[in-house]
């Protein structure tokens, strides 16, 4: 039996757990993928090392790790990935004997989605929204994947401009720009628009900007999963944008964890199919507002 999981705060209805054990199935393994959810009773107060720990001594593969935990783990790691340690953030832990090795499969991930569904847009001048551990991957990938100039955007004080530095370091020859306020004036002439913050998630009601704000010929992206059509990529889609959601990411990240937990590789495609079957099941049992922030 291999024993896996899910560290992070508000992931009740991750998908992930589904996804890795119709996987392991698919290939005549035996998988049981659990949720540590600090924000239930059972493990409240816990802290990301005491999950790990535990994790650890039970005998587990590995485990991935969400919001709001990314960063932390890169610190709790004996080694690190080439990903994990550029981004200083952890979504997936693999346990070797008493050692601990951190990858980040949210950057190959979303490489991966981006190339298969925007492969062919214009790429010159994109806006990101959000610098946490996702949205550093989601830089990387899209500077990675042809983006010219990206300009990075968060409200907190300091973290869109420390997040541009650090990926100015790993590409000194990108075009960056920090910015600290989500307004009309940071999406003008843009291409293109990426959502990597938890707007849109069960629990985090809104956008980050107004897709009317955005030209006409612009697309946008969002790395949210559920609902798959968020507020954001419905009113872009309604004014004519073309959307991308964030199904690719989430099934190639988890793609490239099952592998490293079980030393095989998963088929991406046949996890794209069982994500849209329980996207269908959950809508058809009236629970669609759920997500898993990578």
């Given at each position: 039996?291999?024993?896996?999981?899910?560290?992070?705060?508000?992931?009740?209805?991750?998908?992930?757990?589904?996804?890795?054990?119709?996987?392991?199935?698919?290939?005549?393994?035996?998988?049981?993928?659990?949720?540590?959810?600090?924000?239930?009773?059972?493990?409240?107060?816990?802290?990301?090392?005491?999950?790990?720990?535990?994790?650890?001594a039970r005998g587990f593969a590995g485990v991935n790790v969400t919001h709001p935990y990314k960063n932390q783990a890169a610190d709790l790691?004996?080694?690190?990935?080439?990903?994990?340690?550029?981004?200083?953030?952890?979504?997936?832990?693999?346990?070797?004997?008493?050692?601990?090795?951190?990858?980040?499969?949210?950057?190959?991930?979303?490489?991966?989605?981006?190339?298969?569904?925007?492969?062919?847009?214009?790429?010159?001048?994109?806006?990101?929204?959000?610098?946490?551990?996702?949205?550093?991957?989601?830089?990387?990938?899209?500077?990675?994947?042809?983006?010219?100039?990206?300009?990075?955007?968060?409200?907190?004080?300091?973290?869109?401009?420390?997040?541009?530095?650090?990926?100015q370091a790993l590409r000194p020859a990108a075009s960056l720009i920090a910015k600290e306020s989500f307004e009309q004036d940071c999406v003008?002439?843009?291409?293109?628009?990426?959502?990597?913050?938890?707007?849109?998630?069960?629990?985090?009601?809104?956008?980050?900007?107004?897709?009317?704000?955005?030209?006409?010929?612009?697309?946008?992206?969002?790395?949210?999963?559920?609902?798959?059509?968020?507020?954001?990529?419905?009113?872009?889609?309604?004014?004519?944008?073309?959307?991308m959601t964030g199904q690719g990411m989430a099934v190639h990240q988890a793609a490239e964890a099952f592998t490293h937990f079980t030393g095989?590789?998963?088929?991406?495609?046949?996890?794209?199919?069982?994500?849209?079957?329980?996207?269908?099941?959950?809508?058809?049992?009236?629970?669609?507002?759920?997500?898993?922030?990578?």
């Amino acid at each position: 039996m291999i024993q896996t999981g899910l560290i992070g705060e508000g992931i009740a209805g991750s998908l992930t757990p589904a996804l890795h054990e119709a996987e392991a199935e698919a290939q005549g393994l035996a998988c049981r993928y659990l949720r540590m959810d600090t924000a239930t009773p059972k493990f409240r107060g816990q802290t990301l090392k005491d999950l790990l720990d535990d994790a650890q001594a039970r005998g587990f593969a590995g485990v991935n790790v969400t919001h709001p935990y990314k960063n932390q783990a890169a610190d709790l790691m004996d080694m690190l990935s080439d990903a994990a340690r550029d981004l200083g953030a952890v979504n997936t832990v693999l346990f070797k004997g008493s050692k601990r090795v951190g990858h980040n499969t949210d950057f190959t991930g979303f490489g991966r989605a981006f190339a298969a569904g925007l492969g062919d847009a214009d790429k010159n001048n994109v806006v990101l929204f959000g610098a946490g551990g996702a949205g550093g991957a989601v830089a990387l990938a899209l500077l990675d994947g042809g983006v010219k100039r990206l300009r990075i955007v968060d409200p907190q004080p300091g973290k869109a401009r420390f997040l541009v530095d650090r990926i100015q370091a790993l590409r000194p020859a990108a075009s960056l720009i920090a910015k600290e306020s989500f307004e009309q004036d940071c999406v003008k002439n843009v291409c293109g628009v990426v959502n990597a913050t938890p707007l849109g998630m069960d629990g985090h009601p809104g956008m980050a900007i107004d897709p009317e704000w955005l030209p006409r010929a612009a697309w946008a992206a969002d790395i949210v999963y559920f609902p798959l059509e968020t507020e954001f990529l419905a009113r872009a889609r309604a004014s004519g944008l073309r959307v991308m959601t964030g199904q690719g990411m989430a099934v190639h990240q988890a793609a490239e964890a099952f592998t490293h937990f079980t030393g095989r590789p998963a088929d991406p495609a046949r996890m794209a199919t069982t994500f849209e079957k329980l996207c269908a099941g959950r809508q058809g049992a009236n629970e669609s507002k759920f997500y898993d922030n990578r």
